[in-house]
């Protein structure tokens, strides 16, 4: 409980004054709370109160109301050797406007470019990712969501969805070819980002790239559209491709989102590229999962050989065997499937709900020292999936990372979770009571 109330305006008095020219920018922070700690230490050195040149830069990009910071923002102080104390605003969207932490510290994000989908849940959110596959597939090439083909251009999609969002979420965008522009091509694309969405907003996904390179990302594209080899067959250059693919944005100044990150072995690597987000990807991988058990029980129960050519087949479907595998012994893919659930935890609490990755990702984030960095968790469907992400978030375990994680989903799907079956019966009761008033 407060018992004491401090804010700059108590530093004021006839020894301590505001700098004149920047009044009007100071006045927006004055009224906020101070430490009684910190108010002590400072009336004793304060002379004057201003504002940094960043602060004031920030407020006029995003033409903020009088008395207001914009969300998506902190503000830190700083004193300087000369008595001149500067407010200062620091990018970080656990904030709401004037300063005021957002309502849980774990935040939310809409996996989305559909701007009609967007803006019921734009007041609820803190971020925004997309790709290529949503932007183009998803929404501008999709008649049913670009309602009379109004948006034609990803950057005609991207500056509304910039504009109903406002200041306070990020906005990871995605680069359309990692493989085939040079490094200076990609820093223009990035670059264009930031001119459209504001050097505080951006943040650009970078993907993980695995065997695919510019020599051969054209088979995913022609013919059965398979990669040749197998996910395993990397090469150093290749592999690490999107690692310095993000270093060298970080060094031009951009955050990046590091994405297609399904196995938690991928992390530790990850964070060496110091990215903004790293991400567990949570659908596929768990319904993979499943199917591969169901199918090994199914076999242990009769011995019937079709179970493991099922997950065999789900093999070659979902990359993890390539055609040149096609020969590869039936018990060899059933000790492939036991090696995975094994390494996924997935008959025992740690890993049978498909969040061993997560579980083991915020781990990681206790041996790390880039405190900015959060956890996109992401990829989810069906009744469970995030119900079971927020049992995990309230667990003794996690309550000290939980201001780290970011839950990103289609806006429909979080909707869905605002909802329950009671909530039908008691506006029965409720509508029913009201439509009968005298």
């Known amino acids: 409980m407060k018992t004491v109330s401090c804010t700059l305006n108590t530093l004021l008095n006839d020894d301590v004054s505001l700098i004149d020219d920047q009044?009007?920018?100071?006045?927006?922070?004055?009224?906020?709370?101070?430490?009684l700690g910190e108010y002590d230490f400072l009336k004793k050195h304060v002379k004057k109160i201003g504002v940094t040149k960043e602060f004031s830069k920030v407020i006029s990009t995003f033409k903020t109301p009088e008395n207001e910071t914009p969300e998506g923002f902190r503000v830190e102080y700083r004193l300087e050797s000369n008595g001149i104390l500067r407010a200062d605003l620091i990018r970080d969207i656990s904030y709401d406007k004037n300063g005021k932490k957002r309502p849980t510290n774990v935040l939310f994000s809409a996996d989305s470019a559909n701007p009609y989908e967007v803006k019921p849940i734009s007041k609820m959110i803190a971020n925004l990712t997309c790709n290529p596959g949503?932007?183009?597939?998803?929404?501008?090439?999709?008649?049913?969501?670009?309602?009379?083909n109004q948006f034609k251009t990803r950057?005609?999609?991207?500056?509304?969805?910039?504009r109903i969002l406002g200041p306070g979420a990020d906005i990871s965008v995605e680069l359309n070819d990692p493989f085939g522009k040079s490094d200076t091509e990609l820093l223009e694309e990035a670059e264009k980002f930031k001119e459209m969405l504001?050097?505080?907003?951006?943040?650009?996904?970078?993907?993980?790239?695995g065997p695919v390179t510019n020599a051969n990302v054209s088979e995913l594209l022609s013919g059965n559209k398979k990669l040749g080899k197998s996910f395993t067959d990397v090469t150093t250059e290749g592999a690490f491709r999107g690692h310095n693919l993000a270093l060298m944005l970080k060094e031009h100044g951009f955050r990046v989102n590091f994405t297609l990150m399904f196995e938690p072995y991928q992390t530790a690597l990850a964070l060496q590229a110091k990215p903004y987000f790293v991400n567990s990807f949570i659908r596929h991988r768990l319904m993979q999962s499943e199917s591969m058990e169901l199918n090994l029980k199914q076999y242990n129960a009769t011995g019937d050989l079709k179970f493991i050519k099922n997950i065999q087949d789900m093999f070659f479907e979902k990359?993890?065997?390539?055609?040149?595998?096609?020969?590869?012994?039936?018990?060899?893919?059933?000790?492939?499937?036991?090696?995975?659930?094994?390494?996924?935890?997935?008959?025992?609490?740690e890993g049978s709900d498909g969040l061993d990755s997560v579980r083991h990702n915020l781990r990681l984030f206790k041996n790390?020292?880039?405190?900015?960095?959060?956890?996109?968790?992401?990829?989810?469907?069906g009744?469970?999936?995030?119900?079971?992400?927020?049992?995990?978030?309230?667990?003794?375990?996690?309550?000290?990372?939980?201001?780290?994680?970011?839950?990103t989903a289609e806006p429909k799907y979080l909707a869905r979770f605002t909802s329950c079956n009671q909530v039908v019966s008691y506006q029965?009761?409720?509508?029913?009571?009201?439509?009968?008033?005298?």
């Open 23 to 35: 009044k009007s920018d100071v006045s927006r922070v004055l009224d906020f709370d101070l430490p």
């Open 134 to 148: 949503i932007i183009y597939d998803l929404f501008i090439n999709n008649p049913k969501a670009n309602i009379g």
């Open 155 to 162: 950057d005609e999609v991207m500056e509304e969805i910039g």
């Open 198 to 209: 504001s050097e505080y907003r951006v943040v650009i996904k970078v993907p993980h790239t």
């Open 319 to 349: 990359d993890y065997l390539n055609m040149d595998q096609t020969q590869m012994d039936l018990l060899m893919v059933k000790k492939m499937a036991e090696d995975m659930l094994r390494y996924r935890h997935f008959d025992d609490p």
């Open 368 to 381: 790390t020292n880039l405190d900015d960095t959060r956890l996109i968790i992401c990829s989810m469907e």
């Open 383 to 407: 009744e469970l999936n995030y119900p079971d992400i927020d049992k995990l978030l309230v667990e003794k375990e996690f309550e000290d990372l939980v201001h780290r994680v970011v839950i």
């Open 428 to 438: 029965r009761r409720f509508m029913n009571a009201a439509n009968g008033q005298k």
